[in-house]
């Protein structure tokens, strides 16, 4: 099976950078894509740690001769919102499908392979939107012999879509007033987070993601297994958050064959977990003030 093309988006994390330019470099995308924010203005450790990150990805070019690198660096800060996002963009503008990784998500082998091999599967489902490589809670989910379930979470920690899910993504919001009246909204989102990310208050752009599956009634892909190790979390934990949330466990685990659900329909009890367990005790907010922090 022919390997996928691959997004990073990174900023000014070298080392972190590093890690995850060492993951890829094992799967050898067809084509990496690369898109860096740019420098915060009138910041010189900005300049000199993005100086560090475009130095590391031109060697990784120079490493791997086999793949095609093609990069988008912006000249001005965008932020975590509009530089995420016109990153994803600029990607699925070129790409029918691939498989996206931010500059602190370590992805292991079967990361790599479960993306691939779900892309293909579901390439032309409408229904699915999203394929996510991390998994929140799984010592305590209740699963059968399958591999993955269907959510209305898009877990972004390392994930996986198509240009033609993409395409419908609305980063202003325009049908907000439907979605706070969907049951689905009201029973497992944060009302105020979506209200202040439509407000521009919360600078981020995977609230829009999650508000454009559910509004377009898709789901998304979770592995029952953890895929993904993130690292910002681990290298900031000290001056951007109080503590690590007790269900980040920071375990990923391999796996050697796929195991597919018999029907595609929402997993109604994994996403309670979720919800009881991540979203209601406030994660989300810890997560947006601490990407606040760290990009603006």
């Known amino acids: 099976m022919l390997k996928v093309p691959v997004l990073l988006i990174a900023f000014n994390r070298p080392a972190t950078t590093q890690q995850v330019l060492d993951a890829i ?37 120079l490493n791997n001769p086999l793949v095609s690198v093609k990069k988008l660096y912006q000249q001005n800060n965008l932020g975590c919102g509009v530089g995420v996002s016109t990153a994803i963009n600029w990607f699925f503008a070129a790409e029918e ?42 010592p305590e ?33 325009k049908r907000f007033e439907e979605l706070v009246e969907l049951e689905e909204f009201k029973k497992y989102f944060d009302k105020e987070l979506f209200e202040k990310t439509k407000s521009h208050e919360i600078d981020t752009w995977d609230s829009q993601w999650a508000y454009t599956i559910l509004i377009n009634k898709g789901l998304s892909v979770i592995p029952n297994y953890n895929f993904v190790k993130n690292l910002g979390f681990e290298e900031n ?36 977990l979720v919800y009881n367990k991540v979203i209601k005790r406030g994660f989300s907010h810890r997560l947006k003030n601490y990407l606040r922090k760290l990009f603006n």
């Open 237 to 272: 934990s000290g001056s951007h958050l109080s503590k690590i949330p007790n269900w980040y466990k920071g375990v990923t685990y391999q796996i050697t064959d796929i195991i597919h659900p018999e029907k595609i329909i929402q997993n109604k009890i994994n996403d309670e």
């Open 97 to 138: 499908m691939g498989i996206i990784l931010e500059d602190d998500c370590l992805p292991n082998a079967s990361f790599f392979t479960f993306c691939e091999t779900l892309l293909h599967k579901y390439k032309d489902d409408d229904r699915i939107m999203h394929i996510g490589g991390s998994n929140f809670v799984e």
């Open 25 to 61: 470099a094992l799967y050898q995308p067809t084509v990496l894509y690369v898109a860096t924010d740019g420098t915060r203005k009138n910041n010189e450790p900005d300049a000199v740690k993005c100086k560090a990150v475009h130095e590391l990805i031109d060697q990784w070019q």
């Open 141 to 173: 989910m209740k699963v059968d012999n399958e591999t993955y379930y269907f959510s209305i979470y898009p877990h972004i920690w390392g994930w996986a879509s198509w240009r033609r899910a993409w395409s419908k993504y609305d980063f202003e919001m």
